[in-house]
Protein backbone atom coordinates (compact mmCIF):
# COMPACT_ATOMS: atom_id res chain seq x y z
CA UNK A 1 0.00 0.00 0.00
CA UNK A 2 1.79 3.28 -0.96
CA UNK A 3 1.24 6.35 1.40
CA UNK A 4 -1.65 7.95 -0.51
CA UNK A 5 -3.59 4.98 -0.54
CA UNK A 6 -2.66 4.68 3.66
CA UNK A 7 -3.52 7.50 4.36
CA UNK A 8 -7.16 7.10 2.57
CA UNK A 9 -7.42 4.07 4.51
CA UNK A 10 -7.29 5.52 7.61
CA UNK A 11 -9.47 8.24 6.31
CA UNK A 12 -12.43 6.37 5.53
CA UNK A 13 -11.99 4.56 8.70
CA UNK A 14 -12.66 8.08 10.25
CA UNK A 15 -15.19 8.68 8.07
CA UNK A 16 -17.52 5.92 9.31
CA UNK A 17 -17.43 7.54 12.90
CA UNK A 18 -20.22 10.50 13.22
CA UNK A 19 -18.11 13.67 14.01
CA UNK A 20 -20.15 16.97 14.06
CA UNK A 21 -19.74 19.79 16.26
CA UNK A 22 -20.07 18.67 19.80
CA UNK A 23 -20.38 15.21 19.17
CA UNK A 24 -16.67 14.28 19.06
CA UNK A 25 -16.72 11.92 21.54
CA UNK A 26 -16.55 8.55 19.37
CA UNK A 27 -13.80 9.44 17.55
CA UNK A 28 -11.78 10.92 20.42
CA UNK A 29 -12.50 7.34 22.02
CA UNK A 30 -11.53 5.66 18.68
CA UNK A 31 -7.62 7.79 18.75
CA UNK A 32 -7.31 6.78 22.03
CA UNK A 33 -7.72 3.34 21.29
CA UNK A 34 -5.20 3.04 18.80
CA UNK A 35 -2.53 5.17 21.04
CA UNK A 36 -3.78 2.40 23.89
CA UNK A 37 -3.08 -0.24 21.10
CA UNK A 38 0.39 1.32 20.64
CA UNK A 39 1.53 1.71 23.87
CA UNK A 40 1.75 5.78 22.90
CA UNK A 41 0.83 7.46 25.84
CA UNK A 42 -2.17 10.23 25.40
CA UNK A 43 -4.19 12.77 27.64
CA UNK A 44 -7.56 14.25 27.20
CA UNK A 45 -8.76 17.80 28.83
CA UNK A 46 -11.77 18.98 30.42
CA UNK A 47 -13.16 20.58 26.89
CA UNK A 48 -12.28 17.24 25.09
CA UNK A 49 -9.03 18.26 23.65
CA UNK A 50 -6.73 14.74 22.69
CA UNK A 51 -3.06 14.79 22.58
CA UNK A 52 -1.13 11.96 21.64
CA UNK A 53 2.19 12.24 22.47
CA UNK A 54 4.12 10.22 20.09
CA UNK A 55 8.37 8.93 21.50
CA UNK A 56 10.84 9.99 18.79
CA UNK A 57 11.95 7.47 16.83
CA UNK A 58 15.60 5.49 17.62
CA UNK A 59 18.30 8.38 17.33
CA UNK A 60 15.80 11.24 17.08
CA UNK A 61 15.34 11.59 20.87
CA UNK A 62 17.07 15.24 21.13
CA UNK A 63 15.41 17.12 18.49
CA UNK A 64 12.43 19.40 19.61
CA UNK A 65 9.27 18.28 19.90
CA UNK A 66 6.71 18.70 17.00
CA UNK A 67 3.51 19.29 17.38
CA UNK A 68 1.24 18.19 14.33
CA UNK A 69 -2.73 19.65 15.09
CA UNK A 70 -5.71 19.66 13.46
CA UNK A 71 -9.25 19.55 14.81
CA UNK A 72 -11.96 16.12 15.02
CA UNK A 73 -15.15 17.84 14.17
CA UNK A 74 -17.18 18.71 10.82
CA UNK A 75 -19.43 20.87 9.57
CA UNK A 76 -22.54 18.96 8.70
CA UNK A 77 -24.20 20.36 5.43
CA UNK A 78 -26.58 17.75 3.47
CA UNK A 79 -28.57 18.54 -0.14
CA UNK A 80 -31.90 18.45 0.69
CA UNK A 81 -32.74 15.36 -1.11
CA UNK A 82 -30.41 13.29 1.42
CA UNK A 83 -31.59 11.23 4.06
CA UNK A 84 -28.08 11.00 5.79
CA UNK A 85 -28.04 11.46 9.64
CA UNK A 86 -25.26 12.73 10.43
CA UNK A 87 -25.51 11.34 14.44
CA UNK A 88 -25.52 7.73 13.20
CA UNK A 89 -24.95 7.35 9.59
CA UNK A 90 -20.87 6.97 7.91
CA UNK A 91 -19.61 9.43 5.65
CA UNK A 92 -19.50 7.33 2.28
CA UNK A 93 -16.71 8.30 0.11
CA UNK A 94 -16.41 8.45 -3.59
CA UNK A 95 -13.87 8.29 -5.78
CA UNK A 96 -14.15 10.42 -8.89
CA UNK A 97 -10.86 10.63 -11.06
CA UNK A 98 -8.17 12.68 -8.99
CA UNK A 99 -10.87 13.64 -6.56
CA UNK A 100 -12.73 12.21 -3.11
CA UNK A 101 -16.29 13.55 -2.50
CA UNK A 102 -19.04 11.98 -0.25
CA UNK A 103 -22.41 11.47 -1.09
CA UNK A 104 -24.86 14.12 -1.34
CA UNK A 105 -22.99 15.21 2.25
CA UNK A 106 -20.07 17.42 3.28
CA UNK A 107 -16.60 15.07 3.01
CA UNK A 108 -15.12 16.16 6.50
CA UNK A 109 -12.14 16.49 4.39
CA UNK A 110 -12.11 19.90 6.36
CA UNK A 111 -10.35 18.12 8.95
CA UNK A 112 -10.51 14.82 8.68
CA UNK A 113 -7.16 14.29 6.59
CA UNK A 114 -5.39 16.19 9.34
CA UNK A 115 -6.29 13.13 11.60
CA UNK A 116 -5.27 10.98 8.65
CA UNK A 117 -2.05 11.94 7.86
CA UNK A 118 -0.63 12.49 11.52
CA UNK A 119 -2.01 8.66 12.03
CA UNK A 120 -0.15 7.71 8.53
CA UNK A 121 2.76 9.52 9.65
CA UNK A 122 3.36 7.62 13.23
CA UNK A 123 1.87 4.43 11.79
CA UNK A 124 4.72 4.15 9.00
CA UNK A 125 7.92 2.65 10.16
CA UNK A 126 9.95 4.17 7.77
CA UNK A 127 8.75 7.28 9.24
CA UNK A 128 11.90 9.08 10.83
CA UNK A 129 10.91 11.99 12.83
CA UNK A 130 11.77 13.25 16.18
CA UNK A 131 9.09 13.53 19.49
CA UNK A 132 5.53 14.36 18.25
CA UNK A 133 2.76 15.82 19.82
CA UNK A 134 -0.23 14.88 17.81
CA UNK A 135 -3.32 17.89 18.89
CA UNK A 136 -6.61 17.05 18.30
CA UNK A 137 -9.12 19.88 19.23
CA UNK A 138 -13.22 19.65 19.83
CA UNK A 139 -15.64 21.97 18.33
CA UNK A 140 -13.29 24.26 15.47
CA UNK A 141 -16.22 24.76 13.49
CA UNK A 142 -18.64 26.59 16.15
CA UNK A 143 -15.72 29.13 17.31
CA UNK A 144 -12.99 27.49 17.80
CA UNK A 145 -14.69 26.41 21.27
CA UNK A 146 -11.72 23.52 21.84
CA UNK A 147 -8.64 25.80 21.34
CA UNK A 148 -10.44 28.42 23.49
CA UNK A 149 -9.70 26.21 26.63
CA UNK A 150 -6.31 24.35 25.83
CA UNK A 151 -4.30 25.47 29.00
CA UNK A 152 -0.97 26.10 29.33
CA UNK A 153 1.17 22.61 29.84
CA UNK A 154 -1.25 20.45 28.12
CA UNK A 155 1.30 20.98 24.68
CA UNK A 156 4.87 20.98 25.68
CA UNK A 157 6.38 21.68 21.61
CA UNK A 158 7.16 25.24 20.75
CA UNK A 159 7.25 24.47 16.75
CA UNK A 160 3.13 23.72 15.52
CA UNK A 161 1.97 22.39 12.03
CA UNK A 162 -1.72 23.07 11.49
CA UNK A 163 -2.78 20.69 9.21
CA UNK A 164 -6.42 23.17 8.35
CA UNK A 165 -5.42 24.62 5.26
CA UNK A 166 -6.54 23.54 1.74
CA UNK A 167 -4.35 24.18 -0.88
CA UNK A 168 -1.36 22.73 -1.47
CA UNK A 169 1.98 23.96 -2.08
CA UNK A 170 1.13 26.82 0.09
CA UNK A 171 1.85 27.61 3.71
CA UNK A 172 -0.51 29.90 5.13
CA UNK A 173 1.30 32.46 8.14
CA UNK A 174 -1.75 34.45 8.93
CA UNK A 175 -5.75 34.83 9.08
CA UNK A 176 -8.96 36.49 9.88
CA UNK A 177 -10.63 36.30 13.87
CA UNK A 178 -13.79 35.91 14.02
CA UNK A 179 -16.83 36.88 15.83
CA UNK A 180 -20.95 35.84 15.97
CA UNK A 181 -23.90 38.04 16.83
CA UNK A 182 -27.35 36.54 17.43
CA UNK A 183 -30.70 38.76 17.26
CA UNK A 184 -34.06 37.95 18.29
CA UNK A 185 -37.27 39.86 17.02
CA UNK A 186 -40.29 39.08 18.47
CA UNK A 187 -43.25 38.91 16.61
CA UNK A 188 -47.04 39.03 16.99
CA UNK A 189 -48.68 36.23 16.10
CA UNK A 190 -52.61 35.74 15.45
CA UNK A 191 -54.92 33.33 13.83
CA UNK A 192 -56.11 35.12 10.19
CA UNK A 193 -59.06 33.97 8.09
CA UNK A 194 -60.00 34.65 4.76
CA UNK A 195 -56.56 34.92 3.25
CA UNK A 196 -54.63 33.33 0.77
CA UNK A 197 -51.17 31.29 1.75
CA UNK A 198 -48.13 30.76 -0.12
CA UNK A 199 -44.85 29.32 0.24
CA UNK A 200 -41.61 30.92 -1.34
CA UNK A 201 -38.20 28.32 -1.03
CA UNK A 202 -34.79 30.02 -2.38
CA UNK A 203 -32.56 26.63 -3.40
CA UNK A 204 -29.90 25.34 -5.94
CA UNK A 205 -26.91 27.98 -4.70
CA UNK A 206 -23.75 26.40 -4.42
CA UNK A 207 -22.75 27.81 -0.96
CA UNK A 208 -19.44 27.42 0.70
CA UNK A 209 -17.05 28.37 3.41
CA UNK A 210 -18.27 31.87 4.36
CA UNK A 211 -14.61 32.42 4.99
CA UNK A 212 -12.63 31.15 2.26
CA UNK A 213 -15.37 31.50 -0.53
CA UNK A 214 -16.40 34.98 0.55
CA UNK A 215 -15.58 36.40 -2.04
CA UNK A 216 -16.57 34.05 -4.81
CA UNK A 217 -20.26 36.09 -5.59
CA UNK A 218 -21.83 33.14 -4.10
CA UNK A 219 -25.22 33.89 -2.86
CA UNK A 220 -26.67 33.63 0.05
CA UNK A 221 -30.27 32.47 0.58
CA UNK A 222 -30.73 33.91 3.38
CA UNK A 223 -30.48 37.57 1.83
CA UNK A 224 -32.32 36.20 -1.64
CA UNK A 225 -35.19 35.09 0.38
CA UNK A 226 -35.40 39.01 2.00
CA UNK A 227 -35.24 40.48 -1.02
CA UNK A 228 -38.42 38.09 -2.87
CA UNK A 229 -40.23 38.96 0.30
CA UNK A 230 -39.31 42.64 0.16
CA UNK A 231 -40.63 42.86 -3.52
CA UNK A 232 -43.73 40.73 -2.39
CA UNK A 233 -44.78 42.93 0.32
CA UNK A 234 -44.46 45.53 -2.12
CA UNK A 235 -47.47 43.78 -3.84
CA UNK A 236 -49.69 43.72 -0.71
CA UNK A 237 -48.85 43.51 3.10
CA UNK A 238 -47.74 39.75 3.90
CA UNK A 239 -48.17 37.77 7.40
CA UNK A 240 -44.74 35.75 8.07
CA UNK A 241 -46.16 32.15 9.74
CA UNK A 242 -42.83 30.54 8.90
CA UNK A 243 -39.36 31.29 7.84
CA UNK A 244 -35.96 28.99 7.71
CA UNK A 245 -32.69 29.88 6.23
CA UNK A 246 -28.92 28.52 6.71
CA UNK A 247 -27.65 25.41 9.09
CA UNK A 248 -23.94 26.55 9.96
CA UNK A 249 -22.55 30.16 11.22
CA UNK A 250 -19.63 29.29 8.83
CA UNK A 251 -21.46 27.97 5.77
CA UNK A 252 -22.93 30.39 3.05
CA UNK A 253 -27.11 29.99 3.22
CA UNK A 254 -27.32 27.15 0.49
CA UNK A 255 -31.24 26.96 0.91
CA UNK A 256 -34.09 29.03 2.49
CA UNK A 257 -37.92 28.96 2.63
CA UNK A 258 -40.48 30.94 4.21
CA UNK A 259 -44.35 30.76 4.05
CA UNK A 260 -47.00 34.01 4.81
CA UNK A 261 -50.79 34.89 4.30
CA UNK A 262 -51.89 38.08 2.36
CA UNK A 263 -55.13 39.09 0.72
CA UNK A 264 -56.51 36.71 -1.83
CA UNK A 265 -56.54 37.25 -5.72
CA UNK A 266 -52.77 38.10 -5.81
CA UNK A 267 -51.80 34.88 -7.01
CA UNK A 268 -51.17 35.93 -10.67
CA UNK A 269 -49.09 38.80 -9.40
CA UNK A 270 -47.12 37.21 -7.15
CA UNK A 271 -45.80 34.58 -9.69
CA UNK A 272 -45.07 36.84 -12.31
CA UNK A 273 -42.92 38.61 -9.79
CA UNK A 274 -41.33 35.73 -8.20
CA UNK A 275 -40.43 34.62 -12.22
CA UNK A 276 -38.70 38.13 -13.10
CA UNK A 277 -36.79 38.11 -10.31
CA UNK A 278 -35.25 35.06 -10.80
CA UNK A 279 -34.33 36.05 -14.01
CA UNK A 280 -32.61 39.21 -12.60
CA UNK A 281 -31.23 36.86 -10.16
CA UNK A 282 -29.99 34.72 -12.42
CA UNK A 283 -28.55 37.75 -14.39
CA UNK A 284 -26.32 38.87 -11.32
CA UNK A 285 -24.82 36.19 -10.04
CA UNK A 286 -24.03 34.72 -13.48
CA UNK A 287 -21.94 32.65 -14.04
CA UNK A 288 -21.75 31.04 -10.54
CA UNK A 289 -25.29 30.23 -9.96
CA UNK A 290 -26.67 28.87 -12.69
CA UNK A 291 -29.17 26.59 -10.71
CA UNK A 292 -30.35 29.07 -8.49
CA UNK A 293 -34.36 28.72 -8.42
CA UNK A 294 -36.87 30.46 -6.72
CA UNK A 295 -40.65 28.35 -6.22
CA UNK A 296 -43.47 29.90 -5.13
CA UNK A 297 -47.10 27.39 -4.42
CA UNK A 298 -49.93 27.48 -2.65
CA UNK A 299 -50.04 26.14 0.90
CA UNK A 300 -51.92 26.00 3.93
CA UNK A 301 -52.85 29.12 5.94
CA UNK A 302 -51.65 29.18 9.77
CA UNK A 303 -51.39 31.25 12.64
CA UNK A 304 -49.19 34.93 11.15
CA UNK A 305 -47.09 37.86 12.41
CA UNK A 306 -49.22 40.56 11.57
CA UNK A 307 -48.38 42.82 8.85
CA UNK A 308 -46.38 45.27 10.63
CA UNK A 309 -44.31 43.17 12.26
CA UNK A 310 -43.55 41.12 9.09
CA UNK A 311 -42.60 44.59 7.43
CA UNK A 312 -40.46 44.75 10.56
CA UNK A 313 -38.56 41.23 10.19
CA UNK A 314 -38.28 41.66 6.49
CA UNK A 315 -36.60 44.82 6.85
CA UNK A 316 -34.16 43.83 9.94
CA UNK A 317 -32.95 40.84 6.84
CA UNK A 318 -32.59 43.92 4.18
CA UNK A 319 -30.15 45.71 6.72
CA UNK A 320 -28.05 42.83 7.69
CA UNK A 321 -24.77 42.93 5.41
CA UNK A 322 -23.60 40.20 3.52
CA UNK A 323 -20.36 39.57 2.08
CA UNK A 324 -17.25 41.25 1.93
CA UNK A 325 -17.37 44.31 3.45
CA UNK A 326 -13.71 45.33 2.40
CA UNK A 327 -10.68 44.34 0.82
CA UNK A 328 -7.42 44.74 2.22
CA UNK A 329 -5.30 48.04 1.29
CA UNK A 330 -1.95 46.17 1.77
CA UNK A 331 -2.44 42.85 0.14
CA UNK A 332 -3.90 42.96 -3.42
CA UNK A 333 -7.11 40.39 -3.74
CA UNK A 334 -7.10 39.87 -0.39
CA UNK A 335 -10.67 40.24 1.92
CA UNK A 336 -9.76 42.06 5.04
CA UNK A 337 -13.47 42.17 6.62
CA UNK A 338 -16.41 40.56 5.54
CA UNK A 339 -20.07 38.95 7.36
CA UNK A 340 -21.88 36.07 6.66
CA UNK A 341 -25.91 36.75 7.40
CA UNK A 342 -25.69 32.50 7.67
CA UNK A 343 -28.86 31.27 10.00
CA UNK A 344 -32.76 32.92 10.27
CA UNK A 345 -35.60 30.88 11.53
CA UNK A 346 -39.15 32.02 13.20
CA UNK A 347 -39.14 29.79 16.32
CA UNK A 348 -41.88 30.34 18.93
CA UNK A 349 -42.99 33.76 17.53
CA UNK A 350 -39.14 34.92 17.51
CA UNK A 351 -37.23 36.02 14.36
CA UNK A 352 -33.50 34.85 15.34
CA UNK A 353 -30.69 35.57 12.84
CA UNK A 354 -27.24 34.57 13.10
CA UNK A 355 -24.61 36.76 11.57
CA UNK A 356 -20.24 35.55 11.20
CA UNK A 357 -18.29 38.35 11.33
CA UNK A 358 -14.48 37.89 10.28
CA UNK A 359 -11.51 40.39 9.83
CA UNK A 360 -7.47 40.33 9.90
CA UNK A 361 -7.75 43.59 11.89
CA UNK A 362 -9.91 43.38 15.05
CA UNK A 363 -10.97 47.15 15.52
CA UNK A 364 -12.85 46.71 12.10
CA UNK A 365 -14.63 43.82 13.68
CA UNK A 366 -15.55 45.32 16.24
CA UNK A 367 -16.88 48.21 13.74
CA UNK A 368 -19.08 45.73 11.99
CA UNK A 369 -20.12 43.97 14.92
CA UNK A 370 -20.85 47.31 16.49
CA UNK A 371 -22.71 48.02 13.54
CA UNK A 372 -24.86 44.73 12.92
CA UNK A 373 -25.80 45.13 16.66
CA UNK A 374 -27.05 48.56 16.06
CA UNK A 375 -29.19 46.99 13.22
CA UNK A 376 -30.90 44.67 15.71
CA UNK A 377 -31.36 47.28 18.38
CA UNK A 378 -33.00 49.74 15.91
CA UNK A 379 -35.53 46.75 15.05
CA UNK A 380 -36.20 46.35 18.85
CA UNK A 381 -34.76 43.37 19.00
CA UNK A 382 -32.65 42.36 21.60
CA UNK A 383 -29.22 41.58 20.29
CA UNK A 384 -26.11 39.62 21.80
CA UNK A 385 -22.39 38.66 20.45
CA UNK A 386 -19.46 36.40 21.51
CA UNK A 387 -16.42 36.85 22.31
CA UNK A 388 -14.22 37.33 19.42
CA UNK A 389 -11.99 35.00 18.85
CA UNK A 390 -8.60 36.59 17.83
CA UNK A 391 -6.54 36.53 14.19
CA UNK A 392 -3.04 35.24 13.84
CA UNK A 393 -0.73 37.80 12.97
CA UNK A 394 1.92 36.94 10.30
CA UNK A 395 5.65 36.21 11.48
CA UNK A 396 7.76 36.82 8.26
CA UNK A 397 11.23 36.24 10.51
CA UNK A 398 9.49 32.82 11.66
CA UNK A 399 12.40 30.33 11.41
CA UNK A 400 9.95 27.49 10.58
CA UNK A 401 9.12 29.14 7.70
CA UNK A 402 12.36 29.50 6.42
CA UNK A 403 12.89 25.98 6.81
CA UNK A 404 9.82 24.75 5.59
CA UNK A 405 10.14 26.81 2.50
CA UNK A 406 13.35 25.25 1.54
CA UNK A 407 12.56 21.94 2.77
CA UNK A 408 9.24 22.29 0.23
CA UNK A 409 12.19 23.65 -2.51
CA UNK A 410 14.61 20.84 -1.82
CA UNK A 411 11.34 18.17 -2.41
CA UNK A 412 9.89 19.83 -5.14
CA UNK A 413 11.89 22.32 -6.98
CA UNK A 414 9.96 25.40 -6.77
CA UNK A 415 9.14 27.60 -4.32
CA UNK A 416 5.46 27.35 -2.30
CA UNK A 417 3.87 30.31 -2.13
CA UNK A 418 3.01 31.90 1.32
CA UNK A 419 -0.12 33.35 1.84
CA UNK A 420 -2.90 35.02 4.68
CA UNK A 421 -6.32 33.08 4.64
CA UNK A 422 -9.40 34.81 5.68
CA UNK A 423 -11.09 31.79 7.27
CA UNK A 424 -10.60 31.16 10.70
CA UNK A 425 -7.86 28.61 11.94
CA UNK A 426 -6.57 27.97 15.31
CA UNK A 427 -3.44 29.19 15.54
CA UNK A 428 -4.51 32.54 16.55
CA UNK A 429 -6.09 31.30 19.36
CA UNK A 430 -2.91 28.81 20.52
CA UNK A 431 -0.58 31.60 20.05
CA UNK A 432 -2.11 33.37 22.66
CA UNK A 433 -2.55 30.56 25.02
CA UNK A 434 1.14 29.04 24.21
CA UNK A 435 3.60 32.18 23.77
CA UNK A 436 6.84 32.02 21.46
CA UNK A 437 4.87 29.15 19.69
CA UNK A 438 6.31 29.14 16.16
CA UNK A 439 3.77 28.37 13.58
CA UNK A 440 2.36 27.79 9.72
CA UNK A 441 -0.58 26.04 8.23
CA UNK A 442 -0.31 23.86 5.07
CA UNK A 443 -2.71 20.80 3.77
CA UNK A 444 -4.40 18.82 1.09
CA UNK A 445 -6.19 21.08 -1.92
CA UNK A 446 -10.08 20.76 -0.58
CA UNK A 447 -12.47 22.44 -2.67
CA UNK A 448 -16.01 23.74 -1.42
CA UNK A 449 -15.45 22.95 1.64
CA UNK A 450 -19.08 23.17 4.23
CA UNK A 451 -21.38 22.58 1.60
CA UNK A 452 -22.36 19.20 0.07
CA UNK A 453 -19.67 19.77 -3.18
CA UNK A 454 -16.67 19.70 -0.69
CA UNK A 455 -14.30 17.40 -2.25
CA UNK A 456 -10.52 16.79 -1.55
CA UNK A 457 -7.86 16.11 -4.39
CA UNK A 458 -6.22 12.68 -4.01
CA UNK A 459 -2.74 13.75 -6.08
CA UNK A 460 -2.11 16.48 -3.60
CA UNK A 461 -2.37 13.52 -0.68
CA UNK A 462 0.93 12.75 -1.93
CA UNK A 463 2.63 15.48 -2.18
CA UNK A 464 1.66 16.54 1.73
CA UNK A 465 2.88 13.41 2.89
CA UNK A 466 5.96 13.99 0.41
CA UNK A 467 6.59 17.21 2.33
CA UNK A 468 6.42 16.49 6.01
CA UNK A 469 8.36 13.51 5.50
CA UNK A 470 11.04 14.98 4.44
CA UNK A 471 9.90 18.37 7.05
CA UNK A 472 10.17 15.63 10.22
CA UNK A 473 13.82 14.31 9.17
CA UNK A 474 15.51 17.70 9.31
CA UNK A 475 14.83 18.00 12.56
CA UNK A 476 18.19 16.57 14.66
Same mark, same amino acid.
Given at each position: ???????????????? @?????????????????????????????????????????????? /?????????????????????????????????????? &???????? /?????????????????????????????????????????????????? @??? $?????????????????? +????????????? +?????????????????????????? /????????????????????????????????????????????????????????????????????????????????????? /?????????? @???????? &???????????????? +???????????????? @??????????????? *????????????????????????? %???????????? $??????????????????????? *???????????????????? %???????? $????????????????? $???
Amino acid at each position: MNPTEHVLAIFERLSA @IPRGSGREEQVSLWLQGLARESGIPCAVDPAGNLIIRVPATPGRES /APVIVLQGHMDMVCEKTPDSLHDFTKDPIRCIVAGDWL &HADHTTLG /ADNGIAIALALALVGDPSVSHPPLELLFTVEEEVGLGGAHLLQPGFVTGK @ILV $NLDSEDEGTFIIGCAGGQ +STQIHLPLSFAEI +SGMDAFHLEVSGLHGGHSGVDIQKHF /ASANKLLARVLDRLQKITPLGLVSLAGGTAHNAISRQAEASFVCAAGQAAAFEQAVQSFEAILRNEYDPMETSLTLTLTPAQPGP /AASPADTARA @ISLLMALP &HGVAEMSGTVSGFVEL +SNNLSYVEIKDSVLTT @ITSQRSTVMSRMEEL *TTRIEAIGHLAGAQVSSTKAYPGWQ %PNLESALLTRSI $NTYKNVFGRSPDVSLIHGGLECG *TIGIIYPGMDMISLGATIEN %PHSPNERM $NIPSIGRVWQYLVAFLA $NYQ
